[in-house]
């Protein structure tokens, strides 16, 4: 198989999906070509992916090759480089971003989501998650600006990326409260005396844009100087934080009502070097799977991440 590995193309984004030290059995018995400088955010250069048997190519042959590998969701300028019938195998959150299930549908391009490959119980076979807390509770914490033993944490889940926030906001000893369903059901309850305010929760489908937890007449019970730290980052309208909209790692807050907000598209980026390996420690079996077999030989719990639109 010929494989593509892409740069990631937006602002301030260091990562890439796969590193030359598992990328060699792959290399190995298929042709791999690696975009130049797709390393050299966390300072991998092009001749250590060479001296792991892939080619340096430019952005146009990496796009042209039959399955193309990438993090993040692709723009359409990169979707109009590739050849119809491929696949395109990153993050996409196709539910979430119709706009791009319509590009991908309209250029006649596969794709295969990492973020839904699941194994045998279900779980993500390609995450950050606990990191995505870690990181963004680490941000909300630079954005209060304040000492965290004096910090009152109220956090909207209890998942990973839950977790992760749990953990960061313990080892600062900041003041933690866990809002479980009935909670939620009563922010306006929970909101005065917050300083930091985590959401961690993946908000229904069907609630999205419908069903807010705050609203905006909600942030005037919050101190000043408070800040809303989302951290799954849903597209604009979709969070249960109705004036959240996502931010990015070169601008990653604003400020509503007095009010700061982040929703940083990238939480695990703020680490590039450490998720960088985590992904392609986790990447590399399974692209090693899909190369070996083929795109039409595909195992079913691929086949479940795989969509076909040629």
């Known amino acids: 198989m010929r494989i593509g590995i892409a740069a990631e193309s937006r602002h301030a984004e260091k990562r890439v999906i796969i590193e030359p030290p598992q990328l060699g059995d792959i290399a190995a018995a298929h042709e791999v070509l690696v975009e130049s400088g797709a390393g050299k955010g966390i300072g991998i250069s092009d001749g250590e992916y ?15 090759c039959e399955l193309v590998v990438r993090l993040k969701e692709p723009e359409e300028e990169e979707l109009r480089l590739m050849v119809p019938g491929s696949t395109m195998m990153s993050m996409l959150h196709l539910k979430g971003s119709p706009s791009l299930d319509a590009l ?3 250029y006649g391009l596969n794709s295969i989501a990492l ?3 699941k194994d045998p119980l279900g779980r993500r076979m390609v995450e950050a998650s606990y990191q995505a807390g870690l990181q963004g509770m680490k941000k909300g914490f630079e954005l209060w600006g304040g000492d965290p033993k004096n910090c009152s944490v109220k956090i909207m889940g209890y998942g990973k990326v839950a977790f992760g926030a749990i953990q960061y906001a313990a080892r600062m000893f900041a003041r933690i409260e866990i809002l479980n369903k009935h909670d939620t059901a009563r922010m306006g309850e929970h909101i005065p005396g917050c300083d930091i305010l985590v959401n961690a929760i993946d908000w229904p489908y069907e609630k999205r844009g419908k069903v807010f937890l705050i609203n905006r007449g909600m942030l005037k019970l919050f101190k000043k100087g408070a800040v809303i730290a989302d951290l799954i980052s849903n597209p604009a309208g979709q969070s249960p934080i109705e004036t959240m909209h996502p931010t990015f790692l070169d601008d990653i807050a ?29 990447v ?12 039409n030989a595909l195992p ?5 991440a795989y969509t076909k639109n040629a």
């Open 50 to 64: 060479e001296r792991a048997g892939a080619k340096i190519a430019a952005k146009e042959d990496v796009y042209g």
């Open 104 to 106: 991908l549908k309209k």
């Open 115 to 117: 973020e839904e490959l």
């Open 254 to 282: 604003f400020e509503v009502d007095g009010v700061t907000h982040t929703s940083c598209w990238s939480w695990p980026g703020l680490d590039p070097e450490g998720v960088s390996r985590r992904y392609s420690i986790q």
């Open 284 to 295: 590399a079996p399974i692209l090693k799977t899909i190369a070996d077999l083929g795109l």
């Open 300 to 304: 079913d719990h691929i086949l479940k």
